[in-house]
């Protein structure tokens, strides 16, 4: 039987992806196809100081024939890079090699269908630098779906997304609307209803302290109300606002399906210490899935063999079904 290939774009270079790559493989069986965009002279070195033994099939990507591909040797599309050492530090040096990684594995699911697309971490500093606030919104704007995605951190038991991603605490309110609400809620439901078959139970978190202000008018009551209050009568399970201090305590949570909140740390901080690794970042609303491993680089630990590689692992098993 012949299977969709998962493309994997490895990422920043000086990061943990590498290692977290080769306990994947090595400590699972995937069906699909699993087709990494790396440089080979870092896979290679890396491989060798980490003490991991795979075999390398060297893929040429116009002409990658997928019904021949199997995940005996590690499938790979090399991309140069120039390095003087394989541990080194985050830079913008890395931006060419990263952006041609991406290029490569938009190209190949543009023309072939493929399960989605895995992307390493990356350091929004040094690649994005401030033209997009993460790579959610880096690779809507490379496929032309600007403002049209959403963030999901993915779970069985519970999910978070955040209205807003990376922007300053105090420039929240001032992106917070009730048509992004609207959309964002759309794209989670039809996300769950196509995965999943499901019309999911939402939580909407408000965005001050209790859900209410010292001002005369707040968020909650100009925006926030409003769109639950629209979405309720259009068939929608959500609910709120809650105060996000108390809604993820384990009687409320468990409630729901996925918890919305207004900003990145709101939800995201809350389902990291719940969930540790065991949670994948989603990005809805693209034409293909595109899931991203529940971590950043972590250069403190680039070369120690001591990453955990389970948020990598629930990617590919997420894909691999």
């Known amino acids: 039987m012949n299977y969709k290939p998962i493309i994997v774009v490895a990422g920043e270079p000086y990061s943990v992806f590498l290692e977290i790559f080769f306990k994947s493989k ?3 069986k995937f069906k699909c196809p699993i087709i990494l965009i790396a440089s080979h002279r870092l896979l290679i070195l890396q491989m060798k100081k980490l003490n991991f033994n795979f ?37 913008d040096k890395s931006n060419s090699y990263i952006d041609t990684s991406f290029k490569i594995g938009l190209e190949i699911l543009k023309k072939n269908n493929c399960k989605g697309l895995i992307n390493g971490p990356i350091s929004k500093r ?8 993460g790579i959610t919104e880096f690779l809507s704007n490379k496929i032309n779906k600007n403002n049209k995605v959403a963030m999901l951190i993915y779970n069985k038991k519970l999910s978070v997304s955040p209205v807003t991603t990376h922007i300053p605490l105090k420039e929240v309110h001032k992106h917070i609307t009730k048509k992004k609400i609207i959309n964002h809620v759309k794209l989670i439901k039809q996300f769950y209803k196509k995965k999943f078959n499901k019309n999911p139970q939402i939580a909407i978190t408000g965005l001050n302290p209790h859900c209410e202000s010292n001002y005369k008018s707040s968020e909650e009551d100009k925006i926030i109300k409003p769109a639950i209050k629209y979405l309720i009568k259009n068939g929608y399970k959500v609910n709120g606002p809650f105060a996000a201090d108390t809604i993820f305590m384990k009687d409320q949570s468990k409630k729901f399906d996925v918890i919305i909140g207004m900003y990145h740390d709101q939800v995201l901080t809350p389902i990291k210490t719940i969930m540790g690794f065991d949670a994948i970042n ?10 991203s491993p529940d971590h950043g680089p ?3 630990m680039l070369g120690k063999n001591l990453s955990n590689p389970n948020s990598l692992i629930q990617a590919l098993k997420f894909l691999d079904k």
Do not use: E, M, W
């Open 26 to 28: 090595k400590s699972n």
């Open 55 to 91: 075999k390398i099939n060297l893929i040429d990507k116009n002409q990658v024939n997928f019904n021949k591909l199997d995940n005996k040797y590690i499938n790979l599309i090399n991309v140069n890079f120039n390095f003087k050492n394989i541990f080194g530090k985050i830079s």
């Open 126 to 133: 040094n690649f994005l630098r401030g033209k997009f606030l």
């Open 282 to 291: 989603i990005t809805l609303g693209l034409p293909f899935h595109r899931i």
């Open 298 to 300: 972590n250069v403190a």
